[in-house]
């Protein structure tokens, strides 16, 4: 099937219509989590499910809108990162592709891949907003940490490194609960079904 | 609360009436030439220069004002100290604060960032401003954006405040319990699950349903969609976008150059 | 003259092990107002989504038999060329909202936009139509903002610019309050009386009774019964198959196990039937 009637059928109406009801439950999820003041984020479950039941480039579009709305809405500061957002629903489309979301640990490596690619692309992004800073690692890695807004000590103890890949896996396994939460019958509407 | 999602302010202006894709036109062209074009004051001149008299030409001056700074300044602050105290080019020292040292070259390239993203900014927001949504997406629409982006931008437009509404009533059940800030976070997750199910099922199971619904308005039918409103367009307008167009690659050209 | 036949129809959802329509087969005239009974599950909305052309195309599955509205044979058909001859509305009203449009005068346009109506023709169409829905005074309200019987007016007026020749309607009123539901029925009525064929999943025996040219009742996936409303609701086989009764029509078994109405005697459907039926037994003048 060639690419451009592979993306026809992932856009099917079903992808049409879930994609804003998924950016809404990015928004409110993500708003209530952060109310609570709770230490993650979980502010992509609709971009994963997306990226899980239409494919990886509805997912894609799914995280760079809701990006954006999130800008528009709550924080701005929110916009730089859009790429972020996208490459967490094409990762999440991706892994799913390869059958990397029909058990809870496979799950797991997915929520974990995706929390990957999004600190590389979280990096780069800090390093062109913030202009300027030398390759060298310490620094690299200080100026990234400070840069995406932790206090001085967490940044120090790295703790990046661990709640973002928690945040992300606990995406995942929360996108993969809704999934086995609905019906086969309902599921099977979807154009990548297949998936789960 | 807020039930559209819209930061359009419906005034009678020039600026309004403006073709919506002459005003797309103008806020990219600002925006690449704020980033990418020659001069250190470049993007201060635009935003005051241009963007500022533009918003009280369309009538929404004090609006537009307004919330440039409520959006930008807490981006601006943060930016400022951030590159000011860590942008690592810096040599002259101004002032030194125990370990941290303020350099004359990082509040330079702190101001340069600050302006650039205050330009951004600035050129959407008078996009939005000034132009209603569906405006603005019937013409793109007629310009050649795929219906299915179309839709897909307006219903989430329109769904969100719908679920907000929802989400603040769970909210408020959830404060007035205290869970939000007593209760363990195991306690605050816990109690949140059966209250956010509901609505995050319920929506997911009704665009089957929703699906079925524009189907039966013929929404994937292969004729040529035609356009109950009519947005003008002129002559004139036209011409300004090509100019804009080349103008952006000149300037872009230079500063790129240099 | 048949404007919708369906012949032998036999149809399952994908991953169901039970078809749920059964060598099903129907005519419908041009002009009637036909309504279709039966208890949950028994197949009635998929019977409305056979008609419309959503099964199959929609929902996949496996389907045998063939079905005709308007000359179309909607297995043949692309579903939006099926959307010109047959309209759907069904039960629940904000998601029938596309969410695509800002106001109810654009919504109802939605449409017509997608078939290519050159807009010239438009705005009379969705005037017209506003008006028999009695919604001319929302033209410029978000959809949003209405309420459940007055959106369902909407997706009424939404369907019915389309001009369709058929209108499918599953259970329009089971999520509208009374003076919601009187008034989506007396709109539907009005389409009825202007000769728009209707075909209405219904479990509100009572507005059947009084509207319907014919009833059809479905169990397990067929057809049990089909004639005249005061034929079809007053047979055993509705105690049978969990469908029930009408009012007028419980009230007048009560009196038949009291002796007050004879067992020969036809049981009354709509509440004229009764009074007219209780007047004769009770000897009143």
Same mark, same amino acid.
């Given at each position: 099937?060639?690419?451009?009637?592979?993306?026809?059928?992932?856009?099917?109406?079903?992808?049409l219509v879930l994609i804003p009801v998924a950016i809404a439950i990015n928004v409110v999820i993500g708003q209530i989590v952060s109310l609570l003041k709770l230490?993650?984020y979980l502010d992509s479950i609709g971009t994963v499910l997306v990226?899980?039941?239409?494919?990886?480039?509805?997912?894609?579009?799914t995280?760079?809108l809701s990006?954006i709305v999130w800008?528009l809405t709550i924080d701005?500061?929110?916009?730089?990162?859009?790429?972020?957002?996208?490459?967490?629903?094409?990762?999440?489309?991706?892994?799913?592709?390869?059958?990397?979301?029909?058990?809870?640990?496979?799950?797991?490596?997915?929520?974990?891949?995706?929390?990957?690619?999004?600190?590389?692309?979280?990096?780069?992004?800090?390093?062109?907003?913030?202009?300027?800073?030398?390759?060298?690692?310490?620094?690299?890695?200080?100026?990234?940490?400070?840069?995406?807004?932790?206090?001085?000590?967490?940044?120090?103890?790295?703790?990046?490194?661990?709640?973002?890949?928690?945040?992300?896996?606990?995406t995942?396994?929360l996108a993969?609960f809704i999934i086995?939460g609905l019906?086969?019958?309902y599921?099977?509407?979807?154009?990548?079904?297949?998936?789960? | 609360m807020a039930d559209q999602l819209s930061?359009?302010?419906?005034?009678?202006?020039?600026?309004?009436?403006?073709?919506?894709?002459?005003?797309?036109?103008?806020?990219?062209?600002?925006?690449?030439?704020?980033?990418?074009?020659?001069?250190?004051?470049?993007?201060? %001149?635009?935003?005051?220069?241009?963007?500022?008299?533009?918003?009280?030409?369309?009538?929404?001056?004090?609006?537009?004002?307004?919330?440039?700074?409520?959006?930008?300044?807490?981006?601006?602050?943060?930016?400022?100290?951030?590159?000011?105290?860590?942008?690592?080019?810096?040599?002259?020292?101004?002032?030194?604060?125990?370990?941290?040292?303020?350099?004359?070259?990082?509040?330079?390239?702190?101001?340069?960032?600050?302006?650039? %993203?205050?330009?951004?900014?600035?050129?959407?927001?008078?996009?939005?401003?000034?132009?209603?949504?569906?405006?603005?997406?019937?013409?793109?629409?007629?310009?050649?954006?795929?219906?299915?982006?179309?839709?897909i931008l307006v219903s989430t437009l329109q769904i969100i405040p719908q679920m907000r509404n929802k989400a603040n009533t769970i909210i408020d059940a959830q404060r007035s319990r205290g869970l939000e800030?007593?209760?363990?976070?195991?306690?605050r997750i816990g109690a949140l699950f059966p209250l956010v199910g509901p609505l995050v099922f319920g929506s997911l199971v009704d665009v089957e349903e929703r699906a079925?619904a524009i189907?039966?308005?013929?929404?994937?039918?292969?004729?040529?969609?035609?356009?109950?409103?009519?947005?003008?367009?002129?002559?004139?307008?036209?011409?300004?976008?090509?100019?804009?167009?080349?103008?952006?690659?000149?300037?872009?050209?230079?500063?790129?150059?240099? | 003259?048949?404007?919708?036949?369906?012949?032998?129809?036999?149809?399952?959802?994908?991953?169901?092990?039970?078809?749920?329509?059964?060598?099903?087969?129907?005519?419908?005239?041009?002009?009637?107002?036909?309504?279709?009974?039966?208890?949950?599950?028994?197949?009635?909305?998929?019977?409305?989504?056979?008609?419309?052309?959503?099964?199959?195309?929609?929902?996949?599955?496996?389907?045998?038999? /063939?079905?005709?509205?308007?000359?179309?044979?909607?297995?043949?058909?692309?579903?939006?060329?099926?959307?010109?001859?047959?309209?759907?509305?069904f039960q629940n009203p904000s998601n029938q909202i596309s969410g695509a449009k800002f106001?109810?005068?654009?919504e109802?346009?939605?449409?017509?936009?997608?078939?290519?109506?050159?807009?010239?023709?438009?705005?009379?169409?969705? #005037?017209?139509?506003?008006?028999?829905?009695?919604?001319?005074?929302?033209?410029?309200r978000s959809p949003y903002a209405l309420s459940g019987g007055q959106q369902q007016?909407v997706a009424?007026?939404?369907?019915?610019?389309?001009?369709?020749?058929?209108?499918?309607? #599953? /259970?329009?009123?089971s999520q509208l309050d009374?003076?919601g539901?009187?008034?989506?029925?007396?709109?539907?009525?009005?389409?009825?009386?202007?000769?728009?064929?209707?075909?209405?999943?219904?479990?509100?025996?009572?507005?059947?009774?009084?509207?319907? $040219?014919?009833?059809?009742?479905?169990? #397990?996936?067929?057809?049990?019964?089909?004639?005249?409303?005061?034929?079809?609701?007053?047979?055993?086989?509705?105690?049978?198959?969990?469908?029930?009764?009408?009012?007028?029509?419980?009230?007048?078994?009560?009196?038949?196990?009291?002796?007050?109405?004879?067992?020969?005697?036809?049981?009354?459907?709509?509440? $004229?039937?009764?009074?007219?039926?209780?007047?004769?037994?009770?000897?009143?003048?």
């Amino acid at each position: 099937m060639s690419f451009s009637e592979r993306l026809k059928e992932d856009f099917s109406t079903m992808t049409l219509v879930l994609i804003p009801v998924a950016i809404a439950i990015n928004v409110v999820i993500g708003q209530i989590v952060s109310l609570l003041k709770l230490p993650v984020y979980l502010d992509s479950i609709g971009t994963v499910l997306v990226g899980v039941l239409a494919g990886p480039w509805a997912g894609a579009l799914t995280g760079t809108l809701s990006n954006i709305v999130w800008g528009l809405t709550i924080d701005p500061n929110a916009f730089p990162w859009f790429p972020v957002a996208f490459f967490i629903g094409l990762t999440a489309g991706i892994c799913a592709r390869y059958g990397l979301f029909k058990t809870w640990w496979k799950v797991v490596i997915t929520g974990i891949i995706i929390a990957f690619v999004a600190a590389i692309i979280s990096a780069f992004i800090n390093v062109w907003l913030y202009g300027g800073i030398t390759a060298s690692g310490s620094s690299f890695l200080t100026a990234y940490l400070l840069a995406s807004g932790r206090g001085v000590i967490e940044s120090v103890l790295a703790t990046n490194f661990i709640f973002e890949p928690i945040d992300k896996v606990a995406t995942s396994l929360l996108a993969w609960f809704i999934i086995k939460g609905l019906s086969v019958r309902y599921i099977s509407r979807f154009p990548r079904a297949e998936n789960v | 609360m807020a039930d559209q999602l819209s930061l359009y302010v419906d005034r009678a202006s020039p600026l309004h009436r403006l073709n919506p894709l002459t005003k797309l036109v103008l806020s990219f062209s600002l925006v690449l030439i704020g980033f990418l074009g020659p001069g250190y004051w470049l993007p201060t %001149i635009l935003f005051v220069g241009i963007l500022i008299p533009l918003s009280f030409w369309g009538n929404i001056g004090n609006e537009f004002l307004q919330r440039a700074v409520r959006l930008i300044l807490p981006l601006v602050l943060f930016l400022f100290v951030m590159q000011s105290l860590f942008y690592p080019g810096g040599r002259t020292v101004l002032v030194r604060i125990w370990i941290i040292s303020l350099k004359l070259e990082s509040i330079q390239f702190a101001y340069l960032t600050a302006t650039r %993203i205050l330009n951004m900014v600035g050129a959407f927001l008078l996009l939005l401003l000034s132009t209603h949504p569906s405006t603005l997406m019937t013409d793109l629409t007629r310009r050649g954006l795929p219906p299915a982006l179309t839709y897909i931008l307006v219903s989430t437009l329109q769904i969100i405040p719908q679920m907000r509404n929802k989400a603040n009533t769970i909210i408020d059940a959830q404060r007035s319990r205290g869970l939000e800030t007593q209760g363990s976070v195991w306690a605050r997750i816990g109690a949140l699950f059966p209250l956010v199910g509901p609505l995050v099922f319920g929506s997911l199971v009704d665009v089957e349903e929703r699906a079925i619904a524009i189907e039966a308005r013929a929404f994937k039918a292969k004729r040529v969609k035609t356009s109950l409103r009519e947005v003008p367009d002129s002559t004139l307008q036209r011409q300004v976008r090509w100019g804009l167009g080349l103008l952006t690659l000149v300037l872009i050209g230079i500063g790129l150059w240099r | 003259m048949a404007i919708v036949t369906l012949d032998q129809v036999t149809y399952r959802y994908p991953h169901t092990p039970q078809p749920a329509l059964r060598n099903l087969s129907l005519e419908v005239n041009e002009g009637e107002f036909v309504a279709v009974i039966g208890a949950n599950g028994a197949g009635k909305s998929t019977l409305c989504y056979t008609i419309t052309g959503f099964v199959p195309h929609f929902f996949r599955g496996e389907m045998s038999g /063939e079905v005709t509205v308007a000359g179309l044979a909607t297995r043949q058909q692309t579903l939006d060329e099926l959307m010109l001859v047959a309209g759907l509305v069904f039960q629940n009203p904000s998601n029938q909202i596309s969410g695509a449009k800002f106001t109810v005068y654009e919504e109802i346009a939605f449409g017509l936009e997608n078939l290519g109506v050159p807009p010239a023709e438009m705005r009379p169409r969705i #005037d017209r139509v506003m008006a028999l829905t009695g919604i001319t005074a929302f033209a410029d309200r978000s959809p949003y903002a209405l309420s459940g019987g007055q959106q369902q007016r909407v997706a009424l007026a939404s369907i019915l610019v389309m001009e369709p020749k058929v209108l499918v309607l #599953d /259970e329009p009123t089971s999520q509208l309050d009374p003076i919601g539901s009187r008034e989506v029925f007396e709109t539907i009525r009005a389409m009825s009386k202007q000769g728009m064929t209707v075909i209405m999943a219904e479990h509100k025996l009572e507005w059947v009774a009084t509207f319907a $040219d014919r009833v059809i009742a479905l169990a #397990d996936g067929g057809i049990i019964l089909n004639g005249p409303p005061a034929e079809v609701l007053t047979s055993p086989l509705l105690n049978e198959h969990h469908i029930g009764q009408t009012r007028y029509t419980a009230v007048a078994r009560l009196a038949q196990t009291a002796q007050l109405w004879p067992v020969a005697k036809p049981l009354p459907v709509t509440l $004229d039937d009764a009074e007219a039926g209780f007047r004769t037994v009770l000897g009143a003048g």
